[in-house]
């Protein structure tokens, strides 16, 4: 049941300190503000934020159920599952138990999203995770989305991009997503006996998506001899350890080139590779535009994205120093530069306007998740369950097309009418936005019928579909 809003009345909101930069660290940065947040945002904004990358991010926690299971657990499971082929019902029984583990996880996760004092962490997280993707899409993938997140994802967010970028390259989620855990050196002793081979796809998609960029200066013979370094990168069959685990019977023998510079055989010659990529500078380019566009606007400053270049080459890749760059860019405090929001930003936002949790049953959480959930999946987005390896979209036009934009109306009515009466939305409105609420939108709240009306004209407003 929804209960009243139990924020700043308008007097006291009135007497409140919120600056303009303390809403936009609250909504560009974070998630959309919580009851209280921008205030505590305002005095210094970029302190704020930062504060937020002392530590490593939270982990989501079920909201019913067990604990959840790492990857290291769930592979021996995954890999009796590939074996059941021939029995279709037994399939379909494990199958949807793999989905009702990825559901739960990602209940946590929105859930998680709507309630974190650290918001700025968490787009971190989001953001490192749309870059790297995996997706439930893809039925292996299922049982190891939430795990990525949280074993390869935040763990790293606020350390080295080579250390984050390991860690991806070998969870058993994107061995599995990129079918780099059957691929085969041709001239391995398993190639050899079983006539299999190579698969290219996480070699290329390293490259393509992951560092260099389409355009970052690579070829085709580069991606071969990438997924020739990666052979025999696959699953730890035991139950232990991280779930990854290196074979050398499956991996391609002697030394391999790519780009012009020679590794050797074996797991190291991978991990040499990888590190190199992580410090190119056209990895460096890649990611400083794709934080640019996501951080500052949808086609940022050439500046911007040269200061993000540069301190991520001299840093060697620092994340959290990448992050502050992004920060102290003047252009990402620009009142009319913001994006337009991705549903799962969308909904996120609105919940915590409307200071969510309602509830202290886990029961009524779960059920309360579940349904926000299957809304954001009908306006065309869901978390780990991208359509392919690029990810989300993270431009407006992707999300501000006219049906996107009337599935996003419906839903706000559909939350105004489940609010209570007495529910004062303007003041909601007020805390939730501060400087960014505009004078048309607080007037046609006033007038509103009702509450609920008030609410829904407020999260289908300019200011609040953008950050």
Same mark, same amino acid.
């Given at each position: 049941?929804?209960?009243?809003?139990?924020?700043?009345?308008?007097?006291?909101?009135?007497?409140?300190?919120?600056?303009?930069?303390?809403?936009?660290?609250?909504?560009?940065?974070?998630?959309?503000?919580?009851?209280?947040?921008?205030?505590?945002?305002?005095?210094?904004?970029?302190?704020?934020?930062?504060?937020?990358?002392?530590?490593?991010?939270?982990?989501?926690?079920?909201?019913?159920?067990?604990?959840?299971?790492?990857?290291?657990?769930?592979?021996?499971?995954?890999?009796?599952?590939?074996?059941?082929?021939?029995?279709?019902?037994?399939?379909?029984?494990?199958?949807?138990?793999?989905?009702?583990?990825?559901?739960?996880?990602?209940?946590?996760?929105?859930?998680?999203?709507?309630?974190?004092?650290?918001?700025?962490?968490?787009?971190?997280?989001?953001?490192?995770?749309?870059?790297?993707?995996?997706?439930?899409?893809?039925?292996?993938?299922?049982?190891?989305?939430?795990?990525?997140?949280?074993?390869?994802?935040?763990?790293?967010?606020?350390?080295?991009?080579?250390?984050?970028?390991?860690?991806?390259?070998?969870?058993?989620?994107? *061995?599995?997503?990129?079918?780099?855990?059957?691929?085969?050196?041709?001239?391995? @002793? +398993?190639? %050899?006996? #079983? &006539?299999?081979? !190579?698969?290219?796809?996480?070699?290329?998609?390293?490259?393509?998506?992951?560092? *260099?960029?389409?355009?970052?200066?690579?070829?085709?013979?580069?991606?071969?001899? @990438? +997924?020739? %370094?990666? #052979? &025999?990168?696959? !699953?730890?069959?035991?139950?232990?350890?991280?779930?990854?685990?290196?074979?050398?019977?499956?991996?391609?023998?002697?030394?391999?080139?790519?780009?012009?510079?020679?590794?050797?055989?074996?797991?190291? &010659?991978?991990?040499?590779?990888?590190?190199?990529?992580?410090?190119?500078?056209?990895?460096?380019?890649?990611?400083?535009?794709?934080?640019?566009?996501?951080?500052?606007?949808?086609?940022?400053?050439?500046?911007?994205?040269?200061?993000?270049?540069?301190?991520?080459?001299?840093?060697?890749?620092?994340?959290?120093?990448?992050?502050?760059?992004?920060?102290?860019?003047?252009?990402?405090?620009?009142?009319?530069?913001?994006?337009?929001?991705?549903?799962?930003?969308?909904?996120?936002?609105?919940?915590?306007?409307?200071?969510?949790?309602?509830?202290?049953?886990?029961?009524?959480?779960?059920?309360?998740?579940?349904?926000?959930?299957?809304?954001?999946?009908?306006?065309?987005?869901?978390?780990?369950?991208?359509?392919?390896?690029?990810?989300?979209?993270?431009?407006?036009?992707?999300?501000?097309?006219?049906?996107?934009?009337?599935?996003?109306?419906?839903?706000?009515?559909?939350?105004?009418?489940?609010?209570?009466?007495?529910?004062?939305?303007?003041?909601?409105?007020?805390?939730?936005?501060?400087?960014?609420?505009?004078?048309?939108?607080?007037?046609?709240?006033?007038?509103?019928?009702?509450?609920?009306?008030?609410?829904?004209?407020?999260?289908?407003?300019?200011?609040?579909?953008?950050?």
């Amino acid at each position: 049941m929804w209960l009243p809003f139990k924020g700043l009345t308008r007097k006291s909101q009135a007497e409140a300190f919120m600056s303009l930069e303390g809403a936009i660290a609250a909504h560009r940065f974070g998630l959309g503000a919580r009851p209280g947040e921008i205030e505590a945002a305002s005095g210094s904004p970029r302190a704020w934020l930062m504060g937020q990358l002392d530590s490593a991010p939270p982990q989501p926690q079920p909201l019913e159920g067990q604990p959840f299971q790492s990857s290291a657990a769930l592979v021996p499971e995954v890999l009796q599952y590939r074996k059941m082929s021939a029995d279709q019902k037994k399939l379909l029984e494990v199958f949807k138990a793999y989905l009702q583990l990825y559901v739960r996880e990602m209940g946590a996760r929105f859930a998680l999203g709507f309630t974190t004092d650290k918001p700025f962490a968490e787009r971190l997280v989001w953001f490192w995770t749309n870059h790297f993707t995996v997706s439930a899409q893809n039925p292996r993938d299922i049982m190891f989305a939430g795990a990525f997140e949280r074993e390869a994802i935040r763990p790293n967010i606020n350390g080295r991009f080579e250390d984050l970028l390991l860690a991806v390259v070998r969870h058993p989620a994107m *061995l599995l997503y990129l079918d780099n855990a059957q691929s085969l050196g041709p001239d391995s @002793m +398993a190639g %050899l006996v #079983t &006539g299999k081979g !190579l698969n290219e796809n996480l070699g290329r998609e390293l490259m393509e998506l992951h560092t *260099l960029g389409v355009d970052g200066g690579y070829t085709q013979a580069d991606v071969i001899a @990438m +997924a020739k %370094l990666l #052979t &025999g990168w696959s !699953l730890d069959a035991s139950g232990s350890g991280t779930g990854f685990q290196y074979y050398p019977a499956r991996h391609e023998p002697g030394p391999i080139v790519l780009r012009g510079k020679t590794y050797p055989g074996g797991e190291e &010659g991978g991990i040499a590779a990888i590190k190199d990529l992580a410090h190119d500078p056209a990895t460096a380019r890649h990611i400083a535009r794709k934080f640019a566009v996501h951080f500052i606007a949808d086609n940022p400053s050439s500046a911007s994205v040269e200061r993000l270049q540069k301190n991520f080459l001299q840093s060697g890749g620092d994340l959290r120093a990448l992050a502050e760059t992004a920060v102290n860019d003047p252009a990402a405090w620009k009142p009319d530069s913001g994006k337009m929001r991705s549903p799962v930003e969308y909904v996120t936002a609105s919940m915590r306007l409307v200071g969510w949790p309602r509830t202290t049953l886990a029961d009524d959480k779960d059920k309360q998740v579940k349904g926000i959930m299957a809304a954001t999946r009908l306006m065309g987005e869901f978390p780990l369950a991208a359509p392919s390896p690029k990810g989300w979209p993270d431009q407006s036009d992707a999300w501000s097309g006219p049906d996107a934009v009337l599935n996003r109306i419906e839903w706000a009515r559909e939350l105004g009418s489940r609010l209570p009466n007495g529910f004062d939305a303007v003041a909601v409105g007020e805390s939730g936005l501060g400087p960014l609420l505009r004078p048309p939108t607080r007037a046609a709240m006033s007038k509103a019928a009702s509450s609920g009306e008030a609410i829904a004209l407020l999260l289908a407003s300019p200011e609040f579909q953008r950050r």
